[in-house]
């Protein structure tokens, strides 16, 4: 999505985000990624200073925060961005940044990492061969009974890299965790941003 | 409770550099780097990848303290050691190979390369292609220099009216004004803009009026004396220090060289 991204020509407008529409964004993150607590994501977007939203092409919106700097004017650093009504994610930058904020994570053998860095997408057996890892399945029940898998189909997740300790990726999840063990077979994973694409090269718009 | 960290990122290829034996420059440039720049982490990095990237680094560290022989290898040791490297059990044809190549050596090790890959490098020849490598790098700073002396004399050209009618000699310079339009409305006025390298009026007020949500435009401004027109960016609102700021953080104008004119007095903005 942001391989060929270019912040000077590819952003078209940006606007304050809202402060209710803030607080949705927030409880939309918390809420797809249940290890983050308030008091976390109040700390990375401070209530005060709003978020700016830039748009990239017709889709995609890119959600930024304001950075002081000493000496010169402040600038808007990219944190989160949505596509359409998608899941919202992180920017790796930001995931890199805080270490302790956990968001749902997927880990993937060491022989995919080369494809990812080229921004192929996750194939199934990259999470289930040794060494990759998702979480596991049925640990919860739904209301009626059926096992919950680990991560649904249409979750964003971060994904890390065998015996690495960065995340190098993050995508949409296009099957649930359960039907990639299951069927083992296709792209499991449909990456948004990865590790040398342009938008892990903009520090700041 | 909530941690930054500060991430190390390579210098030369931007990666976090457990990433950047992927990268196109690994062995030159990246492992270079992160030796030179944090030396741990290379360590730690080495022996996480085991044993051959780890005899690679200290392969590396043995290098400087490898003796320089006195003299560049002869063709029969060039051979020797090409035999040594691809073909051990046939070094005793080398005396044999020599007679029947006399005097059409260069054939004979094309031939080779051709058959077994790369010669062996002759270390007489290492520390001198440093130093060759270094000579290349002055030279190239010093072409930099040539070429911007001679952009700042383009630029000097261009921006003649303006500047003989202030009385300064070089470079660029920029001013920045407000201009009450109404008594409440203000604009902003950047004026010199087309000193600056490398920039387009255009684009630039495009910028300005997407940093600052206001109108932005270029106009004419008052011809100075030679006739030459002087352009100047005119934004709507008051954005004197904001603008300022940008100009030297965007546009890369040095700040001894961009001006705020403040109820008449032109003040150098740091």
């Known amino acids: ?205 | 409770m909530l941690e930054r960290q500060e991430m190390i990122y390579c210098g030369a290829c931007g990666m976090p550099p457990e990433y950047c034996e992927w990268g196109p420059d690994y062995e030159t440039h990246c492992l270079p780097w992160l030796k030179k720049h944090h030396s741990a982490l290379f360590e730690e990095l080495a022996e996480k990848r085991g044993t051959p990237a780890a005899s690679a680094g200290d392969a590396k560290d043995e290098k400087p303290v490898k003796q320089r022989p006195e003299a560049p290898w002869t063709t029969e040791q060039r051979l020797m050691e090409f035999y040594k490297q691809y073909e051990p059990n046939k070094l005793d044809n080398v005396p044999g190979l020599l007679e029947k190549y006399a005097g059409k050596e260069d054939k004979l090790f094309q031939a080779l390369t051709k058959k077994y890959g790369p010669e062996p490098d002759d270390p007489y020849y290492d520390d001198s292609e440093d130093e060759e490598e270094d000579d290349e790098e002055e030279l190239e700073e010093d072409m930099a220099n040539v070429t911007l002396s001679a952009a700042d004399k383009k630029k000097r050209r261009g921006a003649g009216a303006k500047k003989k009618k202030k009385g300064d000699g070089s470079g660029p310079r920029v001013v920045v004004q407000k201009r009450a339009q109404n008594k409440r409305r203000i604009l902003t006025v950047i004026m010199g803009m087309e000193t600056v390298e490398d920039v387009k009026l255009k684009d630039v007020s495009k910028a300005f009026s997407k940093r600052f949500a206001g109108s932005s435009s270029v106009k004419d401004g008052v011809p100075g004396p030679s006739g030459k027109s002087a352009k100047e960016i005119i934004i709507q609102g008051d954005h004197l220090y904001d603008v300022a700021e940008m100009i030297v953080d965007k546009f890369g104008v040095p700040d001894t060289a961009v001006f705020l004119d403040i109820d008449g007095d032109v003040v150098p903005l740091r």
């Open chain 1, 1 to 205: 999505m942001f391989k060929k991204f270019d912040p000077s020509s590819d952003v078209s407008t940006s606007t304050q985000v809202k402060a209710s529409v803030q607080r949705a964004l927030k409880s939309q993150i918390i809420e797809s990624h249940p290890e983050i607590t308030e008091d976390i994501l109040d700390e990375l977007i401070p209530k005060k200073s709003p978020l700016v939203q830039f748009k990239v092409g017709p889709h995609l919106m890119l959600y930024c925060r304001k950075v002081e700097k000493e000496g010169s004017s402040p600038s808007d650093e990219p944190i989160f961005f949505q596509q359409r009504d998608g899941p919202i994610l992180p920017a790796l930058k930001l995931v890199h940044h805080y270490p302790t904020l956990s968001f749902k994570r997927v880990t993937v053998d060491k022989g995919a990492i080369p494809y990812l860095l080229g921004g192929a997408n996750v194939m199934c057996p990259g999470l289930t061969n040794p060494g990759g890892e998702m979480p596991p399945d049925g640990k919860e029940q739904d209301a009626q009974g059926f096992d919950v898998p680990g991560v649904a189909k249409g979750q964003g997740v971060v994904i890390y890299a065998e015996g690495k300790v960065h995340a190098l990726a993050c995508g949409v999840m296009t099957m649930s965790s359960a039907d990639i063990r299951e069927k083992n077979k296709g792209i499991g994973i449909e990456i948004s941003h990865h590790l040398g694409d342009g938008l892990f090269q903009t520090n700041e718009i």
